[in-house]
């Protein structure tokens, strides 16, 4: 598969973060988290993506989202970093790819 660069605006960049980490709560440097999502292959960034649903579905069934908004959102966080040890990168880093500004074989560059 071959990699593409997409240029996205700082403010495009920047709003795709902060909402990343409103579920990451991640004090990771931006920047390290660009270059962790940039160096993660269209495969780990789909399989992240995969597992973080499986763990999204069984959630679902154990906190009805209308129920707890608090215990959702701690849930979210949880998954993240357990997926984060998993690849050695930041919980906000696998947010992002759970919510990606760009295609899995695409790497970003900020303008």
Do not use: H
Request: charged letters at 25%; a positive charge.
């Amino acid at each position: 598969m071959k990699i593409k660069y997409v240029l996205k605006s700082k403010a495009d960049f920047q709003k795709w973060v902060t909402i990343g980490n409103v579920f990451a709560k991640s004090l990771c440097p931006v920047n390290e988290v660009l270059k962790q999502y940039n160096n993660l292959t269209a495969s780990q960034r789909t399989a992240i993506k995969k597992q973080f649903s499986e763990y999204d579905d069984i959630r679902r069934q154990k906190i009805p989202k209308e129920e707890n908004t608090n215990a959702w959102e701690i849930g979210i966080m949880v998954d993240a970093n357990i997926l984060a040890c998993e690849y050695d990168i930041d919980p906000l880093t696998v947010v992002l790819c759970i919510n990606p500004i760009c295609r899995p074989n695409e790497k970003i560059m900020v303008k």
